[in-house]
């Protein structure tokens, strides 16, 4: 029997965690895995604790662009104190959006580049967060493997998506893609050995979803659309989604 897998949701934000012993319970039953991205020092340790309550939860550990001032030194020591635990490293990146001036654009290539290299000698796969700077990522993962690397929620052009297949990249559609008709043609055009699915939870989705924030229940959901506009069957579907899940973990 298949798997279900959430390739990038923050199940160590303080929205659930009123709620984690149901949703661990949901993700037994539904068969369903979640590769649990960190935030900052904090959250990375929020996560290593999840992990132990449940081998459905992938713990990714790291720091987010919007953190990227914050110092490295804790982090590093929980990387590598960590290392044969975690499953990855994120969710990391770029993004102007929270940059005021150049040395905040330094940090945070600084901040990308250190816990990629992480990655690169632990053998670990990243989550990337690349709005508005795909770009500037492809041009610094030249330096870096990009053989288990995800541009989580891809939000580009074609062309920069075209550049992401080429150069080795996963990438993630959410929730948003079930009723963005953008998203639905860049999945047209994604190499089906590269598709991965989200929710980014708790991210808010509105149209269908009525602005609630995102759930891991949201997967079969947007498998299901994803099936549609691939014209495959649902349980196809999820079995190629499975698939390049265990090739981006590596396992």
Not at 58 to 65: D, E, K, N, R
Not at 165 to 174: A, I, K, L, Q, T
């Amino acid at each position: 029997m298949t798997w279900y897998f959430d390739s990038h949701i923050h199940l160590s934000d303080p929205e659930y965690v009123s709620d984690m012993e149901f949703i661990l319970k949901e993700m037994e039953c539904l068969r369903l895995k979640a590769c649990c991205v960190s935030m900052n020092f904090e959250t990375s340790l929020q996560t290593l604790e999840l992990a132990k309550k449940s081998n459905l939860i992938l713990p990714f550990i790291g720091i987010h662009p919007e953190y990227a001032n914050d110092e490295i030194e804790n982090m590093s020591a929980l990387i590598a104190e960590n290392h044969s635990s975690i499953s990855g490293i994120g969710e990391i990146g770029l993004d102007p959006t929270y940059a005021n001036n150049n040395d905040d654009i330094k940090n945070q290539h600084r901040m990308f580049e250190t816990l990629l290299s992480f990655a690169e000698k632990f053998k670990k796969p990243i989550s990337i967060h690349s709005r508005k700077s795909l770009d500037d990522i492809f041009q610094t993962m030249t330096s870096y493997s990009t053989k288990h690397a995800l541009l989580h929620w891809f939000d580009g052009s074609k062309k920069q998506l075209q550049k992401a297949m080429d150069m080795g990249f996963f990438v993630s559609y959410g929730p948003v893609m079930i009723y963005a008709n953008d998203k639905q043609t860049l999945l047209s055009q994604t190499d089906e050995s590269q598709i991965l699915v989200e929710t980014d939870g708790p991210v808010k989705f509105s149209r269908c979803f009525e602005m609630k924030s995102g759930q891991i229940s949201f997967i079969p959901s947007v498998i299901f659309c994803a099936s549609k506009i691939l014209g495959k069957s649902f349980d196809e579907m999820t079995s190629l989604l499975e698939k390049n899940s265990n090739s981006f973990l590596g396992i």
